[in-house]
C-alpha cells in the first residue's frame, strides 16, 4: 500500500469514528447543559463554591464569572511556578522567572498552552499534574460554558438568561471532560504513554552508559490535552515523544479526541435551539474546510518542493518515522484548525506551503471545527456576518434563528472579528520596528517572519503551536505574547455574551418566504465564502510576505 | 460603588473556591486514578517500556532511540558512529539540558530548520554522503536513489525509536561484513523485526532499531 493510500485511509477511518460519536456525544452534550438535576458530587461542589447552581445569570453576571474564575486561575498557576522551587514533588527544580510564569499562565488558563518553557526540564510533578493539567480541564469546560451562553441566546426568548456559569463550568468538566479523559487515558497507557510519578531517573542503554528520563502522570494529561483542545506537552517534543504518542493508533486516536467535542457541539446546537438541520449547515461548512485543508496538507507535503527536501527525497524532517506524512499531516491540520496546538511533527520544518495552511488555519479564526466551545461561537458569530451580508444583498433586516440581526448584534459580531487580527497583526509589526526581537529567529527571510508571524497568530487565537525555531524565552515575547493570548481569549467572550444577552431579550420573528434558509447547503457555501473572503482580505499581505514567498521560491 | 466592589469580591471568592476543588478533583484524585489503574493494568507500558537484552540488563526503552557510537576519542568533539551495529536517524534536534544543570535529562526536539534553510540543507547532504560511504561494501554500492528520507532528517522529537524498512536494508551489507555474518542472515533479522502498519493502514511500516540491535548482539553471540 502506498504511503498516499494509507494516508487518505486513515482519514476515512477518522471520519467513521466521528461519525459514530456524533449523535450520542451530541445529544448526551445538550442533555447535560439542558438538565434541571444536580448530581449529589456537583451539590458538593456548588457547597464549597457558594453558588446556587438554578439561579438563572443575564449576560453581565455570566462574564463576571468567567472574568472572576479566569483571573484567580491566572493568579493562582503564577504563584504555583513562582514558588516551585520551595515546593515538595517538584524533582528539584527551580521556581519560573517572572515572565515566563506570567506568560505560561495566560497561557494555559486561556486553552492557549503556548509553551516558552522546555517541559521535562522545567516543570516538576505538582505544576504539570495540580497546576497545568488542571486548567487543560477548565479552561476547556469554560469555553464550552460561554458557547452554551451564545446557543442559549439564539434559543431563549424574552428573557436574558443565559444559564449558570457555575453549573456550566462543573457539568462540563464532572460529566463530559473527565470521564471520556479517564476512558482515553488508559487507551493512551495501552498503546505505551507512560504514566507513574517516576520523576527523574537513570535507565541503562544498549552500548553502556545510562539516559536519564523524566517520568510523571503523562497519559492523563495527554488525552485532556487533546480532549480540551489544549496542546500543552509533558515533553517539549509534545505529541511527536513517543512517551505521549507511542504508535500509529495513538497518534489517531489523539487526533479523533481533538476533533471530538467540537464536531459534535454543533448537534449539541442544533439541539438545544430545536431544529437538528440548522446544526448540519454549521458541521458541514467545518467539514468542508477540515477536509479541504487536509487534502492540500497532504498534496503538498507528499510532493515535498523545498531544497533540503528535494536532496533529502521527501519531507520528513521533523516527523516521526511510525506516523509518516500521512499521520503528521492529518495531525498537523486538526490541531490548527482547532485551538489545540498539540505536534506531532514540527511545523517549521514542513514546506513553505505547509507552514502556510497550519498559519491560514488559525487565522480562520479556528472554527473548523475550532476549540471546544470557541470553535461553535467563532463559527456562530460568522454565520451571523453571513446573514448579514446576505441581508445587505437583497436589502432586507437579517434574522438568523429567528433573531434579527440588527446593528446592536452585528456591532458585537465584527468587535469580536476585529480583536484577533489587530493583535497579531499589531504585535508582529512591532517586533519587527524594535531591534532585538528579530535577534530570535533562527530562520532568516521570509521564514524567520513567519516564525513570528506563526507566533502571534498561534498565541491571539490561542492555538499554541509554534514554529518553533523562535526564542519565544525573552521578555518581550513572554510578555507580549502573554497579552496577545489573554486578550484574544477573553475579549471576544466579552462580546459573544455580550451578543448572547441581546438575543435572548428579543422576540422572535416568524419566519416568512423571504427568509434566509440558514439550514440549507446553500446557506453553507455562503458562510465558507465569508470565512475566506473575511480572512483573506485581513491576513493575506501578511502571508504573501511569509509562507506564500518561501513556497513560491521551492 | 461599595457594592459593586463587595460583589466583585464575592464573585472572585467563589471563583478561587471552584478553583481550589476542581484542582482536587482533575489534579489530584484524577491522575492518581489513572496511575493506579494503569499501574495495575498495564505496569510494563505505564513504566516506560523498558527491554531487557540477553543476560537481562536493562539496555532502555523500545519507544526511545539511542545512539550506537563508539567511544570517544581523544581530541574528539563528538563520537562517530559504531558500524557494527544498525545506525538510528539522525537527531540534530535533541537539545542538552541548559535550565537545571544539575540533571542531564535528555530534551527531547526537532530542529525547526526550514527547507530553505542553509544548515538543514548541508546536514542532509552530509547525511547522505556519509549513508553511501558507510553503508557501499567491496560488493555493495549504495546509489544516492537508494537512500530513503528518514535516512539524512531528523525526527521531530529526536527520540525516534524506529527507522524505515528501506534504511534497514540499507544498512543489512554493512552490518553483516562488520559482524562476520552472511547478508541472508541479516535479512533475515530485519525482516523478522520489521513492523507492518496497525490493521494494514495505520501508521507506518518501521523497524525498531533497539530491538533490532538486540537481536544482533545475539545472533553474533551465537555465531
Not at chain 1, 449529589?40 to 447552581?53: L, Q, S, T
Not at chain 1, 424574552?158 to 488508559?186: C, H, K, M, Q, Y
Not at chain 2, 507500558?45 to 570517544?72: C, F, M, W
Request: with cysteine; charged share 15%; glycine share 12%.
Amino acid at each position: 500500500m502506498s504511503p498516499v493510500l494509507a494516508g487518505v485511509l486513515q482519514l476515512l477511518a477518522l471520519l467513521v469514528a466521528l461519525g459514530l460519536s456524533y449523535r450520542p456525544l451530541g445529544d448526551y452534550m445538550a442533555k447535560v447543559y439542558s438538565s434541571e438535576k444536580h448530581y449529589k458530587p456537583e451539590k458538593w461542589v456548588y457547597k464549597a463554591v457558594g453558588a446556587n447552581p438554578s439561579v438563572e445569570m443575564r449576560w453581565p453576571a455570566y462574564l463576571r464569572g468567567v472574568l472572576a474564575f479566569s483571573a484567580v486561575s491566572v493568579l493562582f498557576l503564577y504563584l504555583l511556578q513562582r514558588v516551585q522551587g520551595s515546593l515538595p514533588g517538584s524533582l528539584g527544580f527551580v521556581s519560573i522567572d517572572p515572565d515566563q510564569a506570567f506568560n505560561t499562565a495566560a497561557s494555559f488558563v486561556a486553552n492557549t498552552n503556548w509553551q516558552s518553557y522546555y517541559g521535562e526540564q522545567a516543570m516538576g510533578h505538582v505544576v504539570q499534574t495540580g497546576g497545568l493539567a488542571v486548567q487543560n480541564f477548565v479552561s476547556a469546560a469554560v469555553g464550552m460554558a460561554v458557547a452554551v451562553a451564545l446557543v442559549r441566546g439564539f434559543a431563549r426568548s424574552r428573557t436574558g438568561e443565559l444559564g449558570n456559569f457555575w453549573a456550566d463550568l462543573v457539568r462540563g468538566v464532572v460529566r463530559i471532560l473527565l470521564p471520556i479523559s479517564v476512558i482515553g487515558a488508559l487507551v493512551l497507557v495501552a498503546c505505551g504513554a507512560i504514566q507513574n510519578f517516576s520523576g527523574i531517573h537513570e535507565v541503562g542503554q544498549f552500548t553502556g552508559g545510562a539516559q536519564q528520563w523524566n517520568g510523571g502522570a503523562v497519559a492523563s494529561q495527554e488525552v485532556i490535552k487533546e480532549l480540551g483542545t489544549n496542546g500543552g506537552g509533558y515533553f517539549n517534543a509534545n505529541s511527536a515523544h513517543p512517551f505521549e504518542n507511542p504508535n500509529g493508533l495513538s497518534n489517531l486516536f489523539e487526533i479523533y479526541l481533538i476533533l471530538l467535542i467540537p464536531f459534535a457541539l454543533t448537534r449539541t446546537f442544533g439541539r438545544m435551539v430545536g431544529s437538528l438541520k440548522q446544526g448540519y449547515a454549521i458541521l458541514g461548512t467545518m467539514a468542508v474546510i477540515w477536509l479541504g485543508f487536509t487534502a492540500l496538507m497532504m498534496w503538498t507535503e507528499f510532493s515535498h518542493h523545498g531544497p533540503a527536501f528535494d536532496i533529502a527525497g521527501g519531507a520528513m524532517e521533523g516527523k516521526e518515522t511510525r506516523f509518516g506524512i500521512g499521520g503528521s499531516s492529518i495531525f498537523a491540520v486538526a490541531t490548527t484548525l482547532t485551538s489545540t496546538g498539540a505536534v506531532n511533527s514540527f511545523h517549521s520544518s514542513y514546506t513553505g506551503f505547509g507552514g502556510g495552511i497550519t498559519m491560514l488555519g488559525m487565522q480562520l479564526g479556528e472554527i473548523a471545527p475550532g476549540g471546544v466551545g470557541s470553535g461553535l461561537y467563532g463559527m456562530l458569530i460568522m454565520a451571523v456576518i453571513a446573514v448579514f451580508i446576505a441581508g445587505l444583498m437583497v436589502g432586507r433586516t437579517p434574522e438568523y434563528l429567528g433573531k434579527k440581526i440588527g446593528t446592536r448584534e452585528i456591532k458585537f459580531a465584527a468587535c469580536y472579528i476585529l480583536v484577533t487580527p489587530a493583535l497579531v497583526l499589531g504585535f508582529t509589526a512591532a517586533s519587527f520596528v524594535l531591534d532585538t526581537p528579530a535577534n530570535s529567529m533562527t530562520n532568516s527571510g521570509a521564514h524567520g517572519f513567519s516564525e513570528i508571524l506563526y507566533a502571534y497568530t498561534s498565541g491571539a487565537n490561542n492555538n499554541g503551536s509554534a514554529f518553533a525555531g523562535l526564542n519565544a524565552d525573552t521578555q518581550w515575547f513572554n510578555s507580549t505574547i502573554g497579552i496577545a493570548m489573554l486578550l484574544g481569549r477573553f475579549l471576544p467572550m466579552v462580546f459573544v455574551l455580550a451578543l448572547a444577552g441581546s438575543l435572548a431579550e428579543q422576540t422572535p420573528v416568524p419566519e416568512t418566504a423571504g427568509t434566509l434558509r440558514t439550514e440549507k447547503p446553500l446557506f453553507t457555501g455562503l458562510l465558507v465564502g465569508t470565512i475566506m473572503i473575511i480572512t483573506g482580505l485581513t491576513y493575506f499581505p501578511a502571508l504573501a510576505l511569509g509562507p506564500l514567498a518561501e513556497g513560491l521560491a521551492a | 460603588m461599595n457594592n459593586s466592589v463587595g460583589n466583585t469580591g464575592r464573585v472572585l471568592w467563589a471563583g478561587l473556591r471552584a478553583l481550589l476543588v476542581l484542582t482536587l478533583v482533575c489534579g489530584v484524585l484524577y491522575p492518581l486514578a489513572v496511575i493506579g489503574v494503569a499501574q495495575l493494568a498495564f505496569p510494563g507500558k505505564a513504566n516506560g517500556s523498558e527491554v531487557t537484552d540477553a543476560s537481562g540488563r536493562v539496555v532502555g526503552s523500545e519507544l526511545i532511540g539511542q545512539t550506537y557510537h563508539l567511544p570517544l576519542k581523544d581530541g574528539e568533539e563528538t563520537a562517530s558512529a559504531d558500524l557494527k551495529w544498525f545506525q538510528p536517524r539522525p537527531s540534530n534536534g535533541l537539545g542538552a539540558n541548559s535550565v537545571n544543570t544539575q540533571y542531564s535529562i535528555i530534551l527531547s526536539g526537532a530542529t525547526n530548520r526550514s527547507g530553505d534553510n542553509a544548515d538543514l540543507i548541508k546536514w542532509v547532504t552530509d547525511a547522505k554522503a556519509a549513508v553511501i560511504k558507510d553503508n557501499s561494501t567491496a560488493g555493495y554500492q549504495v546509489r544516492p536513489s537508494d537512500v530513503p528520507a528518514d535516512a539524512v532528517t531528523s525526527s521531530g522529537s529526536g527520540l525516534d525509536p524506529h527507522i524505515s524498512p528501506e534504511y534497514a536494508k540499507l544498512q543489512v551489507h554493512r552490518v553483516a561484513e562488520r559482524n562476520k555474518l552472511t547478508v541472508a542472515q541479516v535479512d533475515e533479522l530485519v525482516a523478522a523485526h520489521t513492523d507492518g502498519r496497525i490493521l494494514g493502514f495505520i501508521g507506518e511500516p518501521r523497524v525498531n532499531v533497539l530491538k533490532l540491535n538486540i537481536a544482533l548482539k545475539d545472533l553474533v553471540a551465537k555465531g
